[in-house]
């Protein structure tokens, strides 16, 4: 398929995708991109139904532009109270630093949206143009389902086995998410060991070996980078940490300033509050259960004195790791955030997203061919 045929498909101008990112995107933030181009998207994952559409509703409501849903499918966990157990035991010290204790018991936060039949209910009925997957593929009648509703599927991919898995399954179009990229892998099966591929790897053996278009994810975060991945045969970009900063974005004001101090040259988390030192970023498992790119923080840091002890599964994991953040933050402790981010984050701007996209564009129109 050509570029400008599954930009048509997707339904945008401008080969822009805005990362959906559970937790910062907004309405308004994916309205901007959409109303100038681009595709924008929600991250519904951590929603349940009602919030879901509601959110759906207040993006209807500022766009008539197409727009991205997206839905965490992964693996539900398997109970396992020993290990649960071990996890929140490991965590109590650092706990115990703010006056608090781990959870009694580890909830699942969210479900997995390939065994929602609730969820999936309330998509057919809503129809956005757009539903893309991480973490996996949901049954092959879900799929066919959201087909039949028109509906445009997208799912990630870290590995060329699980792309081509994708478009065996009759997904529409690829998302190549590179080990650069901010937030979780979305690999299938964290419990094997991931390749680690790179966005420019991984985007063009899915080009050469996929018969599906690809969308490039990870480390992008200007209009260079952009004609680079297209250059590779990508037919868009998506971008996630580029977006972060923009006033639209949901991420609080701690997130915004260990952003910002990656930008100015500096790490978000500076000695002694942590000992990453001059890291930007770094994949750690200790906040949810599964691998995922933050910036360096307190969190992060304790990849060293808890080495060797196996997180609770996702997203049992995450139970704690909010609870040992709201805990840091009631004593103005903002260091165990889960700040997801890329690579790129050095990178970042803070303008607004129809401001963004414009400056995206002209770098894109700017870099060789």
Not at 6 to 35: D, E, W
Not at 283 to 306: E, K
Request: proline share 8%.
């Amino acid at each position: 398929m050509e570029r400008t045929e599954a930009l048509a498909r997707l339904g945008i101008s401008h080969p822009v995708l805005q990362a959906p990112m559970a937790g910062v995107s907004t309405p308004a933030l994916a309205a901007a991109v959409s109303n100038a181009g681009g595709l924008g998207a929600l991250g519904l994952g951590a929603c349940d139904v009602q919030e879901a559409r509601a959110m759906i509703h207040a993006l209807r409501a500022r766009t008539q532009a197409p727009f991205n849903v997206n839905f965490f499918a992964h693996r539900p966990p398997v109970p396992d109270p020993a290990r649960e157990a071990a996890w929140c035991d490991a965590l109590r010290p650092y706990f115990a630093q703010f006056g608090a204790v781990p959870p009694v018991r580890l909830r699942s936060l969210y479900r997995s949206f390939a065994e929602d039949p609730q969820m999936l209910a309330m998509v057919l009925e809503e129809k956005p143009a757009v539903v893309s997957l991480h973490f996996g593929l949901p049954p092959a009648p879900v799929i066919a389902a959201l087909k039949a509703a028109g509906i445009v599927l997208l799912a990630s991919a870290t590995s060329l086995a699980e792309a081509r898995q994708i478009a065996a399954a009759g997904i529409d179009m690829i998302v190549a998410q590179g080990i650069e990229a901010g937030g979780h892998r979305g690999v299938f099966a964290p419990e094997r060991a991931d390749e680690g591929l790179g966005t420019l790897a991984l985007t063009r053996l899915c080009v050469r070996h996929c018969d599906v278009p690809v969308i490039a994810a990870g480390g992008i975060m200007d209009g260079a980078g952009i004609g680079a991945a297209l250059r590779l045969g990508a037919v868009a970009a998506q971008l996630g940490t580029a977006f972060i900063g923009c006033p639209e974005s949901a991420a609080d004001p701690a997130y915004r300033a260990a952003l910002e101090a990656v930008r100015e040259g500096g790490a978000a988390c500076e000695p002694p509050a942590c000992e990453t030192g001059t890291a930007h970023t770094v994949l750690t498992d200790l906040i949810s259960g599964r691998p995922a790119r933050v910036l360096a923080n307190r969190f992060s840091d304790l990849a060293r004195p808890l080495a060797g002890q196996r997180p609770a599964a996702y997203p049992l994991a995450y139970d704690a790791g909010k609870a040992l953040h709201a805990a840091a933050s009631a004593r103005g402790v903002s260091g165990f955030g889960a700040y997801w981010a890329g690579q790129g984050a050095p990178l970042a701007r803070a303008l607004p997203a129809a401001t963004l996209v414009a400056r995206l564009l002209q770098e894109l129109r700017a870099a060789p061919a």
